[in-house]
C-alpha cells in the first residue's frame, strides 16, 4: 500500500483551536502557512511578537480545556467554537480582548492570565524555534489507541499532516530522508518529544488519558510523531502520495 496524506491541521492561533484543512501551502520560511499565525501571550511572558517558548503562551498543556475549541480561517476572521461558549468570529488584529473574554474560566486562574494576543513571526509560533512541519502516522496512532484501551483522537498531538499506509512506528524510519508530498520537498529533523498537551481530549476538554506514562510503558519512549523542515516550497493537498 502506497502511503497518502490523510489528513492536514493547522492551528491559526497556538493552543486554540484546531482547524481541518484540504491543501495548505508549505514555505521553507512559514513552514504550513497560517500554522500558528496567532499565540496568545500569558502576563508572565516578555511582551514582543518575536518567537518564544511555549510556555509563554495560553496552551493546552497548562489549560487542557483549551483542547476542545475548534477553529476555521474564514477571510480575515477566525471562527472559533467549543461545547461551552457561543461561536465567536475573532478578528484577530483587534480582538484580543474579546478572546480573552471569551475563554473565561477554560484558561484556569492558577496559572498567568491572558495579556496580549501576539502575531507571530513569518514560521509560526511552533514550539520550534525553526519552522517546523510535524508529522504523524495513523497506523502508530492506532497501536496508540489500542494500548489506551479507546480511541484516541488525532487532534490531541496537534500534528500538521497525517500519513496513512505506513507500518506502525514507521515514521521513524521518515527520518533518514528526504520526503516529497505534492509539490513539497521535505527534510528531516528530529522525532517530537512529547507533554502533557495529548493528555486532553479534544472533544471533552479533560485530561483522560496520561499519554507519557501509556508511550512510556509500552515503547519506552516519549516520542510521537516527527519534525521536518521545508526544503522546496509546494501545496500539499489530502491525498498525495508520500515518496
Known amino acids: 500500500m502506497t502511503a497518502r496524506l ?25 513552514a504550513v502557512e497560517g500554522d500558528r499565525a496567532w499565540a496568545f501571550l500569558n502576563d508572565a511572558a516578555e511582551d514582543t511578537d518575536a518567537w518564544q517558548p511555549r510556555r ?26 467549543h461545547p461551552d461558549r457561543p461561536p465567536l468570529a475573532l478578528d484577530p488584529v483587534s480582538g484580543g480582548p474579546e478572546l480573552s473574554a471569551w475563554l473565561g474560566d477554560l484558561w484556569p486562574d492558577n496559572r498567568p492570565g491572558p495579556a496580549r494576543l501576539v502575531r507571530a513571526p513569518r514560521q509560526g509560533m511552533t514550539d520550534m524555534d525553526f519552522p517546523s512541519v510535524s508529522i504523524g ?53 528530529e522525532p517530537i518529544g512529547r507533554c502533557r498537551a495529548p493528555d486532553a481530549n479534544p ?21 510521537f510523531g516527527v519534525y521536518f523542515k521545508v526544503a522546496t516550497p509546494g501545496t500539499v493537498s489530502v491525498g498525495d502520495p508520500l515518496s
Open 56 to 81: 509563554n503562551f495560553l496552551q493546552v498543556a497548562s489549560g487542557p480545556r483549551l483542547a476542545a475549541v475548534s477553529a476555521r480561517t474564514n477571510g480575515s476572521l477566525i471562527d472559533l467554537s
Open 203 to 223: 472533544a471533552t476538554g479533560e485530561r483522560d488519558v496520561a499519554m507519557l506514562k501509556l508511550l512510556g510503558d509500552h515503547w519506552s519512549t516519549r516520542d
Open 6 to 30: 490523510a489528513h492536514i491541521w493547522r492551528h491559526p492561533i497556538k493552543g486554540i483551536g484546531s482547524e481541518a484543512c484540504q491543501s495548505v501551502e508549505l514555505s521553507p520560511e512559514g
Open 137 to 189: 502516522n495513523l497506523a502508530s496512532l492506532r497501536e496508540l489507541s489500542k494500548a489506551a484501551g479507546q480511541e484516541i483522537d488525532m487532534r490531541r498531538f496537534r500534528i500538521n499532516l497525517w500519513l496513512d499506509g505506513l507500518d506502525p512506528w514507521a515514521e521513524r524510519d521518515l527520518l533518514d530522508g528526504d520526503i516529497t508530498l505534492g509539490s513539497a520537498r521535505l527534510i528531516p529533523v
